[in-house]
């Protein structure tokens, strides 16, 4: 039997995946309807490509839903689409995506960094700003900056692009002890991709809802250019 297949990266960097889960890369357009054409029991949308390839589309995401097949977000790309979707069923898991479906948060590239190849494990090279938000409160909390320190800090690494934010720029001219230290503190995103597969892993994952789901000529033609046959609702 095909195992739950998650879609991820750079927000699980360094983690060892329980082999009850298959791991494939960050998703791009097609990828979610592969894993429905492959078998997939469920799905874990983790990272998601966004520059070098058209991103996983909303309507394969519903067309996996609408087929019976679970599909879960968190974390990146996964909490975009889980907040988008959530009301066809798409599961949100963390706090990441519940600060976006509040409308707390709600630009994408406040969970963008850029990231390593494959060859060397997707392993990321800038700083998301729901992690540099994070830190820099912790560094307050704990004495190491002072709420205005902190409150300027987090200022300048929300004006960097997300490739460029790195803790070296963040905190340019501070000691590397404190940048060291940066570094070294809990990443959020990755906190949300773990609770994810951990669901994924117990196998808790409830058939989605029933909805009436149009398929379009994009879809379609989405599914004949893979090589696919889109399937009625299981």
Not at 175 to 197: C, M, N, V, Y
Request: charged share 20%; net charge negative.
């Amino acid at each position: 039997m095909t195992r739950p297949i998650v879609f991820a990266g750079p927000s699980i960097y360094g983690l060892d995946v329980d082999a009850g889960l298959e791991l494939r890369p960050p998703a791009g357009c097609g990828d979610i309807l592969r894993a429905v054409a492959d078998g997939a029991p469920a799905i874990g949308l983790i990272d998601g490509l966004f520059e070098t390839q058209a991103s996983v589309w909303h309507k394969e995401i519903l067309y996996a839903l609408w087929i019976g097949v679970p599909v879960l977000g968190a974390a990146s790309m996964g909490a975009l689409r889980a907040a988008e979707c959530a009301a066809f069923g798409m599961v949100p898991i963390g706090g990441i995506v519940a600060e976006y479906l509040s409308g707390a948060r709600t630009a994408d590239s406040d969970v963008g960094v850029a990231h390593a190849p494959a060859e060397l494990g997707y392993a990321p090279l800038s700083v998301a700003l729901v992690d540099a938000e994070a830190t820099l409160a912790a560094l307050a909390t704990e004495g190491r900056l002072t709420a205005g320190e902190s409150a300027k800090l987090l200022t300048r690494a929300g004006a960097m692009h997300f490739k460029l934010r790195t803790w070296e720029a963040i905190l340019d001219g501070w000691p590397q002890e404190l940048i060291e230290t940066a570094a070294a503190k809990p990443s959020r995103k990755q906190g949300d991709a773990i609770a994810l597969l951990t669901r994924m892993r117990r196998g808790r994952c409830k058939t989605p809802p029933h909805f009436e789901l149009n398929l379009t000529g994009y879809l379609t033609g989405l599914a004949h250019d893979l090589g696919l046959e889109l399937e009625a609702r299981r």
